[in-house]
C-alpha cells in the first residue's frame, strides 16, 4: 500500500511515517500545498492523508483541486478541529473519511486500510501484453506460463509501467511512485531496479516489454 501524507508539523509527519511503515504502507510526505499537489499529480497512491492547515492553502482547497481533475483516490481528513462543521466541511470537498487529533495510531492505520480496499473495484485487475499476464489485485506475475517472483519494488516498477503502457514514463514519475522522500535522484539505483525487473520479465522471452527512451524515461509494450 502507497500513502501520501500532506502534513506540515514535521515531527508528527515523522512518527506517522515510521508507524506506518512498521505496518508495512509505503509514506511519501509532503509539507505544503504545492507539494502536496505536486506529488499527488505524479504518483500514485492507494490512500491521500491531508490536514487542513498546511502553508500555501488548505487541505480543503487540495482536495476539492484533486477532485476537480478526476482524481478518485480515497482521501482521509486529519486536522486538530473535531466540530462538526469541520468534518462536514471535509466530506463536502470530496473527503473520505475524516479523524481528528489526537487520535489513537491504530484507528488511523484501520481507517488508511478500509479506504484502501475500495481500490481494487476502481482499476482494471487482470492485464495481458504479448505473453505476459499481470494481476494487480493478486500480485501474481505469469510469462510464458511461468510465474515470476517480484520484490516490492520491482512490483512497484512494474505497476508503474503497466499504468502507462504505450506511453513514455519519466524518471521522475518513477522515483516518486517507487522510493519515498529519501531517495538520493543523482544516484543510479533506478537504472539497476529497471535491469532488474528487464531480466525477470524480458530474459529469455519475445518480444521485449521494457524498452529505455534516452533522454526520457521508460516505455512498456511490445
Same mark, same amino acid.
Given at each position: 500500500?502507497?500513502?501520501?501524507?500532506?502534513?506540515?508539523d514535521? $515531527?508528527?509527519?515523522?512518527?506517522?511515517?515510521?508507524?506506518?511503515?512498521?505496518?508495512?504502507?509505503?509514506?511519501?510526505?509532503?509539507?505544503?500545498?504545492?507539494?502536496?499537489a505536486l506529488?499527488a499529480?505524479l504518483g $500514485?497512491? +492507494?490512500?491521500?492523508?491531508?490536514?487542513?492547515?498546511?502553508?500555501?492553502?488548505?487541505?480543503? +482547497?487540495?482536495c476539492?483541486?484533486?477532485?476537480?481533475?478526476?482524481?478518485?483516490?480515497?482521501?482521509?481528513?486529519?486536522?486538530?478541529r473535531?466540530?462538526?462543521?469541520?468534518?462536514?466541511?471535509?466530506?463536502?470537498?470530496?473527503?473520505?473519511?475524516?479523524?481528528? $487529533?489526537?487520535?489513537?495510531?491504530?484507528?488511523?492505520?484501520?481507517?488508511?486500510r478500509a479506504?484502501?480496499?475500495?481500490?481494487?473495484?476502481?482499476r482494471?485487475?487482470?492485464?495481458?501484453?504479448?505473453?505476459?499476464?499481470?494481476?494487480?489485485?493478486?500480485?501474481?506475475?505469469?510469462?510464458?506460463?511461468?510465474?515470476?517472483?517480484?520484490?516490492?519494488?520491482?512490483?512497484?516498477?512494474?505497476?508503474?509501467?503497466?499504468?502507462?503502457?504505450?506511453?513514455v514514463?519519466?524518471?521522475q514519475?518513477i522515483?516518486e511512485?517507487?522510493?519515498?522522500d529519501?531517495?538520493?535522484?543523482f544516484?543510479?539505483?533506478?537504472?539497476?531496479?529497471?535491469?532488474?525487473?528487464?531480466?525477470?520479465? +524480458?530474459?529469455?522471452?519475445?518480444? $521485449?516489454?521494457?524498452?529505455?527512451?534516452?533522454?526520457?524515461?521508460?516505455?512498456?509494450?511490445?
Amino acid at each position: 500500500m502507497r500513502v501520501l501524507l500532506v502534513e506540515d508539523d514535521l $515531527k508528527l509527519a515523522g512518527v506517522i511515517a515510521a508507524g506506518f511503515r512498521d505496518h508495512h504502507i509505503e509514506v511519501v510526505t509532503a509539507e505544503t500545498f504545492h507539494q502536496g499537489a505536486l506529488r499527488a499529480s505524479l504518483g $500514485k497512491f +492507494d490512500v491521500i492523508i491531508l490536514d487542513i492547515m498546511i502553508p500555501g492553502g488548505s487541505g480543503l +482547497d487540495l482536495c476539492r483541486r484533486l477532485r476537480s481533475r478526476g482524481d478518485a483516490t480515497p482521501i482521509l481528513m486529519l486536522t486538530a478541529r473535531g466540530e462538526v462543521s469541520d468534518r462536514v466541511a471535509g466530506l463536502e470537498a470530496g473527503a473520505d473519511d475524516y479523524l481528528p $487529533k489526537p487520535f489513537a495510531f491504530q484507528e488511523l492505520v484501520a481507517r488508511v486500510r478500509a479506504l484502501a480496499r475500495r481500490q481494487p473495484a476502481l482499476r482494471e485487475s487482470r492485464h495481458t501484453v504479448a505473453d505476459l499476464t499481470v494481476d494487480l489485485r493478486l500480485r501474481e506475475v505469469v510469462r510464458g506460463g511461468r510465474p515470476i517472483s517480484l520484490t516490492a519494488k520491482e512490483w512497484a516498477l512494474l505497476e508503474v509501467l503497466i499504468e502507462h503502457e504505450g506511453a513514455v514514463v519519466t524518471r521522475q514519475q518513477i522515483t516518486e511512485r517507487v522510493w519515498d522522500d529519501n531517495h538520493d535522484p543523482f544516484t543510479n539505483v533506478l537504472e539497476v531496479l529497471v535491469c532488474r525487473l528487464r531480466s525477470k520479465i +524480458d530474459d529469455g522471452f519475445e518480444p $521485449k516489454l521494457i524498452h529505455t527512451v534516452r533522454g526520457a524515461g521508460y516505455r512498456f509494450g511490445p
